[in-house]
């Protein structure tokens, strides 16, 4: 099964600051890896799919790059209402495999 | 809109078995390849299971193969989990995806608690 590594597993940052998570996979995946947001008791929602398209409704601020073992999730601006676990999720191939998620704090 | 219930969670021993449902509308669930996704009480996500949209193709992950099965009912819209030989490490809430571009839409959960 393909590993997939998240980094970090937390982050304290502010409103307004810009932060970056990233996922590796320990195989090529092409482009094939989505992004996601869970608040506490409540599922995950889609951020982000095919590694860089944004999924529809969701805000300008985030995005997404990479392609083949390195990915990132951007959030440009964070707001109050960010704050929450992000998971990457891989779909290249099954078993499909979430990365072990980041927790992003309010410092 | 499209929206996706799950049912059956509950309370069960070691060793027994359950079954969860998850209902489909506001889509035609049978274009749609379809998840089981579950989270361990304070932990991350797990990939479960997935059935292609005519039910032919199922793929498991290692931690549930052999002892689940993931089935779905197009001409009623829903898709199912049976779960046999629970242990405790089953233990989770077990949401249901819909396959768009990756999930794109997720039921509410329901959770499933093995102890005895």
């Known amino acids: 099964a393909i590993q997939m590594t998240q980094s970090p597993s937390s982050l304290s940052a502010s409103v307004g600051d810009r932060v970056t998570i990233t996922c590796r996979a320990s195989q090529g995946i092409r482009n094939d890896l989505g992004w996601y947001q869970q608040k506490p008791g409540k599922a995950p929602q889609l951020l982000i799919y095919a590694a860089s398209s944004l999924q529809s409704g969701v805000p300008s601020r985030f995005s997404g790059s990479g392609s083949g073992t390195d990915f990132t999730l951007t959030i440009s601006s964070l707001q109050p209402e960010d704050f929450a676990t992000y998971y990457c999720l891989q779909d290249y191939n099954y078993p499909y495999t979430f990365g072990q998620g980041t927790k992003l704090e309010i410092k | 809109q499209v929206q996706l219930v799950e049912s059956g969670g509950g309370v069960v021993q070691p060793g027994r078995s359950l079954g969860l449902s998850c209902a489909a509308s506001g889509f035609t669930f049978s274009s749609y390849a379809m998840h089981w996704v579950r989270q361990a009480p304070g932990k991350g996500l797990e990939w479960v299971a997935v059935i292609s949209y005519d039910g032919r193709n199922k793929y498991y992950a290692d931690s549930v193969k052999g002892r689940f099965t993931i089935s779905r009912d197009n001409s009623k819209n829903t898709l199912y989990l049976r779960m046999n030989s629970l242990r405790v490490e089953d233990t989770a809430v077990y949401y249901c995806?819909?396959?768009?571009?990756?999930?794109?839409?997720w039921g509410q959960g329901t959770l499933v608690t093995v102890s005895s």
């Open positions: 995806a819909r396959e768009g571009e990756q999930l794109d839409y």
